[in-house]
């Protein structure tokens, strides 16, 4: 669903720019926004990674962070 919506912003932003500039830079400019798009939505996702991460890091307390090693069963 994504990608779909990324081919549709830079198809559009081809067409707007297909009868004001040359035949090849509306395809480029197209692809150039999608991209920065892309990009955009990248480091938006790595950022709330890293949120979520540090939120559920600081949630855990310190003795449930460390839990002891089983010790081994004598027979």
């Known amino acids: 669903m994504g990608l779909a919506v990324l081919v549709s912003v830079s198809t559009r932003r081809s067409e707007e720019l297909t009868g004001s500039v ?3 830079r509306p395809a480029t400019e197209g692809f150039s926004l999608t ?3 892309a990009a955009g939505l990248l480091v938006l996702g790595a ?3 890293a949120v ?3 939120k559920d ?3 855990q307390p310190e003795s ?3 839990e002891p090693s ?6």
């Open 64 to 66: 449930a962070a460390r």
């Open 52 to 54: 979520l991460l540090a």
């Open 47 to 49: 950022a709330l990674i």
């Open 35 to 37: 991209l920065t798009i």
């Open 22 to 24: 040359g035949p090849s």
């Open 70 to 75: 089983p010790k081994p069963v004598r027979r």
């Open 57 to 59: 890091s600081a949630a």
